[in-house]
């Protein structure tokens, strides 16, 4: 849909998201250890949300993890594309239901329900599993807010992020 961003910049930490095994004592490093697991998906740059569905043909929404729902936890499956290097996430409420991308930039992601084998919506709904455009740095930690929580890490760590530095000249 849109080009791959570049890892530092904003598109980056906006673009990756953390695989939350359901099973908290589990570990996944790669796609394959991943398959036929139930995950929860976390949006990098929001600590403490998690993606969850609406139902079919409806978009995918972030809401606080502490908000235990079901709709908040996919089936790790072999993308329906057929490709060795890809992941597809089936709605674990929903079956036969996956994460459905859309092929064009104005496409919104969204839960759809496969009716038969469609090329496009095997496509659509086939995801690279690699390791994120962001990681997290050492020195980062989370910052609990009233609203959200927030990610804090070291500046240089940033390319193009939108922060604002102060500066104590009278000291």
């Known amino acids: 849909m849109q080009k791959l961003p570049v890892s530092g910049t904003d ?6 998201f953390r695989l939350v095994p359901k099973e908290s ?10 398959y036929n697991r139930t995950v929860m998906l976390e949006p ?17 929404l972030v809401v606080d ?3 235990k729902k079901p709709s908040s936890v996919f089936l790790v499956v072999p993308g329906l594309d057929g490709r060795n290097d ?4 089936e709605a674990q409420s929903n079956k036969g239901c996956y994460v459905y991308s859309g092929l064009s930039s104005i496409a919104r992601v969204k839960l759809s329900c ?12 086939s995801f690279f599993s690699q390791n994120g455009l962001s990681q997290y740095n ?9 609203n959200r929580n927030f990610l804090l890490e070291p500046l240089f760590s940033f390319r193009d992020e939108h922060y604002t530095v102060y500066f104590n000249v009278t000291g």
Do not use: R
């Open 114 to 125: 496969k009716s038969d084998s469609d090329a496009t919506f095997n496509q659509a709904t």
């Open 11 to 16: 598109l980056a930490l906006q673009a990756t």
């Open 44 to 60: 990098f740059d929001l600590p403490g949300m998690n993606v969850i569905h609406q139902g079919a043909d409806k978009p995918l």
């Open 25 to 34: 004592s589990s570990l996944l490093s790669t796609s394959a250890d991943a």
């Open 138 to 146: 050492p020195l980062s930690f989370v910052a609990k807010g009233a």
């Open 65 to 67: 993890s502490s908000d």
């Open 86 to 89: 890809t992941i597809s996430l």
